[in-house]
C-alpha cells in the first residue's frame, strides 16, 4: 500500500509513521498507525500475561532444521506480503486463537516446517509493535497468521519471540451483517455493520487487529480505527488511490448505512460499539470473517 501522508509522502507521526488503509466510503484515507499506549487503553496486563514461547514436540520427533536465509529476503512490512507462502487451511474456523506471538528479533518465515525462506518477519510494522495469532504448532515450529495478506500462514522455528495470551476474539459474519465481540469463547456484544460493496466485499478468513489510528477527517465519527491484516482481496477493484490499503474496522458520522453493502472492504459499526471494542479488545485479537455462523451468537 501506499505509506504517507494521504498515500503521497512520507512522514513521522509521534513514533510512527504514515500509512494508508482502506476506509468505507469514497473518499480516500490515510493516517499513521499508533501504538497501543495511547489514550484509549486497549488491555489490562493480566489480559496479556506472557506465557512459555516455545512448545517442543514430543523427544522422538525431531524438529526439522531451519534452511539459513538470505539477507536480501523482503521483510513483510505494511505493502502487501511477499508471495510464496501457503495457504491457511482453517481460514473458516471460529474456534478461537488463544496465543499471540511478539517477535524479539528479524525472525526468518517459511512456508512450512523445514521448508524454504521466503520473507523476514519484523519486531514492528510502521514502528507498531506486532503481535500475530498462533494458528498451527507442527513438530517444534509455529505457524501465524500473516500480516499484510488474506488467507495465509508464515512458519517460524524456535526462538526469536514471546508469546501472550489472547482473549478477545471478533467474528464478522457478512449475510446478516453482524459483527460479534468474545471473550475467552463467550458472546459479550453484538453490532450490525456495514460491509464491502459488491466486487470490493469483504474478504473472508482469519486476520488480526493489526493497530489503531487516529480518525483522519469528522466523517469517521472521531473515533479511533482498526487496521486489520487482511488487504483486498483483488486490488485493482478498488479505487486507484486505495492501491496496496489495508482492511479496516471504523465509524462512521451517521448510522443510516447499517446492514448494507456500502464501503470498499471494510466493516462500519457504530461510534459506540468501535469505541467499546478499542478500550477491550488490544492488538493482535484475531478477527473471523464468514458468510454466516451455523446459529446466531447469544447476543444477537
Known sequence: MQIGDWGRRRRGVAAAVGVAVLLGGSAYAGWALTPSAGPAPVARPSDRAEIPSTTLPPLDEPVPTAAPAPDDLPEIAYDPAPAGFPDDPDTLDTTPLTEGLRPTRRLAAYDGPGGRPVAFLMPTISEVPLTVPIARREQGWTAVLLPSANRKLAWLPPGGYRTVALRDQIVVERVPYRLTWYRDGVARRTWQVSLGQRGQETPLGRTFVLGRTPPP????????????????????????????????????????????????????????????????????????????????????
Not at 471504523?250 to 470498499?264: A, I, K, V, Y
Open 217 to 300: 477527517e469528522s466523517v469517521y465519527g472521531g473515533v479511533d480505527i482498526y487496521a486489520l491484516g487482511s488487504v483486498p482481496d483483488d486490488p485493482a477493484s478498488v479505487p486507484d488511490g486505495l492501491r496496496g490499503a489495508h482492511i479496516g474496522i471504523h465509524t462512521w458520522h451517521h448510522d443510516g448505512e447499517l446492514g448494507q453493502q456500502t464501503t470498499n472492504g471494510c466493516i462500519r459499526l457504530t461510534p459506540s460499539g468501535q469505541r467499546l471494542l478499542l478500550t477491550e479488545v488490544p492488538e493482535g485479537s484475531p478477527v473471523v470473517v464468514v458468510d454466516a455462523l451455523p446459529a446466531p451468537p447469544s447476543t444477537a
